[in-house]
């Protein structure tokens, strides 16, 4: 009897630690949700960048607001996310500027932000114009080249 109590905590205890591990963020989601989030890894290091590049990069991207879905769940959005994040506190983003934006295993939300965007594939980052509120572009599931060179290009005038 001991022996099926003891088993049967254990399993409860393996089966709510796999629960906790993979919790589903969905909607709005603070910075502070995902460094909580154990399915993501924030201890990699910043993106090696050329200085000139980061000098551009910050100036354009004064001028827009960046939106980020991503799905918790998913493999793309866990290995990208991290180098997105530690790019943008490179950058020294304001936070305000970011909005972090999580979807279901099928990529939906209560808000349906997705279909105002036209989500797709997660992690999908929107560069919005700051005065005309239009999407100047958008890079979806992966880099062409790097973070910091997909945005240097996307976002030239």
């Known amino acids: 009897m001991k022996y099926l109590i003891s088993l049967s905590l254990i ?5 709510t630690m796999s629960a906790q591990e993979h919790t589903i963020l969905t909607n709005k989601i603070t910075a502070a949700q995902l460094l909580e989030h154990s399915d993501f890894d ?3 290091p910043v993106p090696e960048s050329p200085a000139a590049t980061d000098r551009e ?5 004064k001028h827009y607001n960046i939106i980020v879905f991503l799905g918790t769940w ?3 959005s866990r290995e990208l996310l991290p180098e997105i994040y530690a790019y943008f506190r490179k950058l020294e ?3 305000n ?13 209560s808000d349906q932000w997705e279909d105002t965007y036209n989500i797709e594939f997660v992690p999908t980052i929107l560069f919005i114009d700051k005065k005309s509120g239009e999407e100047k ?4 599931e992966r880099f062409e ?6 945005i240097h290009t996307l976002l030239q005038p």
Not at 11 to 15: D, I
Not at 145 to 150: P, Q
């Open 74 to 76: 998913c493999g793309d």
């Open 145 to 150: 080249d790097s973070i910091y060179n997909d």
């Open 93 to 95: 983003i304001p936070q």
């Open 42 to 44: 924030f201890t990699a």
């Open 11 to 15: 399993l409860l205890s393996c089966f």
């Open 137 to 140: 572009g958008r890079i979806v």
């Open 57 to 61: 990069n910050r100036e354009l991207l």
């Open 97 to 109: 500027d970011i909005t972090y934006y999580g979807l279901d295993e099928t990529k939906l939300s």
